[in-house]
Every structure is written in structure tokens, then in C-alpha cells.
């Protein structure tokens, strides 16, 4: 039942901001079956990047933890989530640039964005899962263990999961994301469409990954520095912010896609509308 819970949990908010993003593509719609098939690589991606991050975390950890000044300690940790943060930009581009190179459907700027964006919420709904189900269980055995009724712990460990966990991953991870991915759709685009070179999405995948990580850094050097801090402390409110600009930065690229889109200016030229794509 836990487990079905956590599904739901993960997987509905995923699927509307699905929905929301998809709706942001105004002039020339994408088939809903290569949505929907982008969708689903992103949470087979998940696995696929957690196997990586697990292994590298594993052997860089006894670096930081022996790192022999504050100064060292920091760097090692940056290089470390900087890492984590680029296996998953990669996985999410190498999962969509697979599925829609060639594909006569990407034919405007915005495409990319779209198809990184759905990639982007189906691996967010995946790693949500993961995180919530490990926190219900997570909380559920530390409260047996200090004494707590079997009841109590219950409804501690599932107020944790569905009542804070959740929806702040629903919102702030999920839609960070996509704002990260759609950066990496951003320059694809540049490439497919704009005829630019393939370097450019070398550098889209680098940008996506400086911004994960500068929403992911402060959280882990907060678990660090102040483990007792809270789930909303100092830590958070600074990738809140690093976050705000991330979505700040996705939102201007979109807008700066939709105006080059070529159906947009048949539309504006008095053309009828594009229909959606079959």
C-alpha cells in the first residue's frame, strides 16, 4: 500500500507539470506518443544514473572526509556533487538525443526544450519514489527504535514522506529538472535546428550541471556542517535561491525559442495555425 502511495505521489505531480510544460509549446504542438515516450525514458534513466552516483559517491566520500583543511573539504565536495549532477544531466540528454535525433517532429527552437523537459519530469518522478519511500521507511525505523509505538511511528514516519517530503520534491526537485534539462533542449535545439555545432550541447550539458549543482551543494554542505538543522534551514533557502534562477534562466530561453519558432511567424504573417503534430 506504501509503496502504491509513493507511486501516486511521485508520478501525478510529474505528469502535470507534464502537462503545464508541454502547453507552454504554443504554435506547433509535439505527438503526445513522443511525450509520452520521452517521459518514460527519464524514469529508466534513474537506475541507470543512481548505479553511477552510488559507485563514485562510495569512492569519493573517504576523500572528503580525510580532506585535511576546510578549504580541501569544500573543493573535494563541489567536485563530487558536480559530478553527481553531470551523470544526471547526461543520462537524461543521452536518453532524449537517442530518441529524437533524426525525428522530422523537431523542427523548431522549442522542441528541444519540451523533449529535455519530458525526459526531465519522468526521471524526476522516478528518483521522487525512491526518495519517498526511503524516507517513510527511513523515519518508520528510527522512531521504533527510540521507543515509539508501532502506531506513532507509523504516522510520524508517513506525515514525513507524503506530508513534507513530497510536495516539496513535487514542486522544487521536479521542476528544478526540468529548468536544468531545458537548458541542456535549449542548445540541442541550437544544434538540430540552428544548424550550430554539436559543441553547443556540450555546453548546454555543462550549464544544466553547474546549476544542479549549485542548487544541490549548499543542501549537502548543510547535512554536513548541521545535520540537526532541519529540513528548512539556511542551506535550503541558498538553493532556493540558486533554484529561482535556474527557472528564471528556463523561462527566457523559452520565451526566446517560441519567438524564433518558424510557425509563429505564419501565424503572425496570417496563416492558419499549425495543427498538432499526429
Known amino acids: 500500500m506504501i509503496h502504491l502511495l509513493a507511486i501516486l505521489a511521485a508520478f501525478i505531480p510529474a505528469l502535470f507539470w507534464l502537462w503545464f510544460f508541454s502547453k507552454r509549446d504554443r504554435y506547433e504542438r509535439e505527438p503526445k506518443s513522443l511525450i509520452v515516450k520521452l517521459f518514460l525514458w527519464g524514469v529508466l534513466s534513474g537506475p541507470w544514473a543512481a548505479g553511477f552516483n552510488d559507485m563514485f559517491g562510495q569512492i569519493w566520500t573517504p576523500l572528503i572526509k580525510g580532506a585535511p583543511s576546510f578549504g580541501l573539504f569544500a573543493v573535494f565536495l563541489f567536485i563530487m556533487v558536480y559530478a553527481l549532477a553531470l551523470n544526471e ?13 533524426g525525428d522530422p517532429n523537431f523542427n523548431e527552437p522549442v522542441d528541444g526544450m519540451i523533449y529535455m523537459t519530458s525526459a526531465a519530469l519522468g526521471f524526476a518522478a522516478g528518483e521522487n519514489f525512491i526518495y ?43 521542476v528544478g529538472h526540468v529548468t536544468w534539462s531545458g537548458i541542456t533542449g535549449y542548445f540541442l535545439a541550437k544544434h538540430v535546428v540552428g544548424g550550430g555545432s554539436k559543441r553547443l550541447v556540450t555546453v548546454g550539458v555543462f550549464l544544466a550541471a553547474l546549476l544542479h549543482t549549485a542548487f544541490n551543494y549548499p543542501q549537502f554542505l548543510g547535512s554536513i556542517l548541521d545535520p540537526n538543522a532541519g529540513f528548512f534551514n539556511r542551506f535550503f533557502l541558498i538553493a532556493l535561491v540558486a533554484w529561482l534562477i535556474g527557472l528564471i534562466i528556463y523561462f527566457m ?23 498538432a503534430k499526429p
Open 253 to 275: 530561453l523559452l520565451r526566446r525559442s517560441l519567438a524564433a519558432s518558424p510557425f509563429r511567424t505564419q501565424q503572425m504573417a496570417g496563416a492558419a495555425p499549425a495543427p
Open 132 to 174: 519517498i519511500i526511503g524516507s517513510f521507511f527511513g523515519v518508520f525505523q528510527s522512531a521504533v527504535k527510540a521507543g515509539m509505538p508501532a502506531q506513532g511511528a507509523l504516522t510520524q514516519a508517513f506525515v514525513a514522506a507524503f506530508g513534507v517530503l513530497a510536495p516539496v520534491r513535487s514542486l522544487i526537485t521536479a
Open 89 to 101: 544531466e547526461t543520462m537524461k540528454y543521452m536518453v532524449t538525443g537517442n530518441s529524437v535525433r
